[in-house]
C-alpha cells in the first residue's frame, strides 16, 4: 500500500504561482511513476504532468507545458507540481497519483494504483 497526501493549494491571482506537494508513504520502495491531475467541476478528472521515479524523464500535458513544472525529491518521497503563470482555468482539485509501471505516459483514471486525497487550487481572474 502507497499513501498520497497532497498539499500547497489555495487562492491565487492570475498570473501568480503556486507549488503543489504529493508526499508518499508506505510501499514506496517500487519505482512508480508519479502523476498529476486536476478536475474541475463538471468536468472530467484530466492529466496534467508526470514523472519517472528516476526523474530522468517528464511529460506535460500541451495546456500547462512551459509553465507547470514536475520534480521530485527522494530523500522526502515528495513529488512537487510548480505552476507559474496561473489562469483561471487551472482552477480545479489537483490530485496526485501513483502508477506501477513506472511511466511517465497518461492511463485511465481507474488504471491508477493510488490515489491522493486532492487540494483545491482557485486561480481568481
Known amino acids: 500500500q502507497v499513501q498520497l497526501v497532497e498539499s500547497g493549494g489555495g487562492l491565487v491571482q492570475a498570473g501568480g504561482s503556486l507549488r503543489l506537494s504529493c508526499a508518499a508513504s508506505?510501499?514506496?520502495?517500487?519505482?512508480?511513476?508519479m502523476h498529476w491531475f486536476r478536475q474541475a467541476p463538471g468536468k472530467d478528472r484530466e492529466f496534467v504532468a508526470a514523472i519517472t521515479w528516476t526523474g530522468v524523464r517528464t511529460y506535460y500535458a500541451d495546456s500547462v507545458r512551459g509553465r507547470f513544472t514536475i520534480s521530485r525529491d527522494y530523500a522526502k518521497n515528495t513529488v512537487y507540481l510548480q505552476m507559474n503563470s496561473l489562469k483561471s482555468e487551472d482552477t480545479a482539485v489537483y490530485y496526485c497519483?501513483?502508477?506501477?509501471?513506472?511511466?511517465?505516459?497518461?492511463?485511465?483514471?481507474?488504471?491508477?494504483?493510488?490515489w491522493g486525497q486532492g487540494t483545491q487550487v482557485t486561480v481568481s481572474s
Open positions: 497519483a501513483a502508477d506501477s509501471r513506472g511511466s511517465v505516459v497518461p492511463r485511465m483514471v481507474l488504471e491508477y494504483n493510488y
Open positions: 508506505g510501499r514506496t520502495d517500487t519505482n512508480y511513476g
